[in-house]
């Protein structure tokens, strides 16, 4: 049993809610789409699994708010850290997938600057831990 980290929930409940609002404003207007293009059921697809597993996400960090300490070693919270990291690949493959619909060349854009960022961002996030590993682990 380990601490729980209110950093990790505080930013876990951010990236579920903000994908959750992102994904269902585009899925407002795919929905009425017939017929749909391969793009556009990819988006369709995509969040209608993402968004029921971010919302979970949200769920079990309220539950987690109650309890002091976790099973961050267990096989269960393995499981549900890689389902809620399946769940944001999802829901950007179906933003992705909306821009490809718009436009082929729209959606390149989207995937290359969202892996310019995801890589960016996590360089930094490593030079931020090195520079204070304490930092990290607290949750500070």
Same mark, same amino acid.
């Given at each position: 049993?380990?601490?729980?980290?209110?950093?990790?929930?505080?930013?876990?409940?951010?990236?579920?809610?903000?994908?959750?609002?992102?994904?269902?404003?585009?899925?407002?207007?795919?929905?009425?789409?017939?017929?749909?293009?391969?793009?556009?059921?990819?988006?369709?697809?995509?969040?209608?699994?993402?968004?029921?597993?971010?919302?979970?996400?949200?769920?079990?960090?309220?539950?987690?708010?109650?309890?002091?300490?976790?099973?961050?070693?267990?096989?269960?919270?393995?499981?549900?850290?890689?389902?809620?990291?399946?769940?944001?690949?999802?829901?950007?493959?179906?933003? $992705? $997938?909306?821009?490809?619909?718009?436009?082929?060349?729209?959606?390149?854009?989207?995937?290359?600057?969202?892996?310019?960022?995801?890589?960016?961002?996590?360089?930094?996030?490593?030079?931020?831990?090195?520079?204070?590993?304490?930092?990290?682990?607290?949750?500070?």
């Amino acid at each position: 049993m380990q601490v729980y980290n209110t950093y990790a929930v505080k930013l876990h409940n951010l990236y579920a809610g903000g994908l959750i609002i992102i994904s269902l404003v585009i899925l407002q207007d795919f929905l009425s789409l017939k017929p749909l293009d391969p793009p556009a059921f990819l988006a369709l697809l995509a969040f209608a699994i993402a968004i029921p597993l971010l919302s979970g996400t949200l769920v079990l960090n309220v539950i987690e708010e109650q309890f002091k300490y976790g099973p961050l070693k267990s096989p269960i919270f393995r499981l549900v850290h890689y389902t809620f990291l399946a769940s944001i690949v999802l829901a950007l493959t179906g933003i $992705a $997938a909306a821009f490809w619909h718009a436009s082929w060349f729209i959606g390149l854009i989207f995937i290359v600057s969202q892996a310019l960022a995801i890589t960016v961002y996590s360089l930094y996030i490593t030079k931020l831990s090195e520079a204070d590993p304490k930092a990290v682990s607290k949750g500070a």
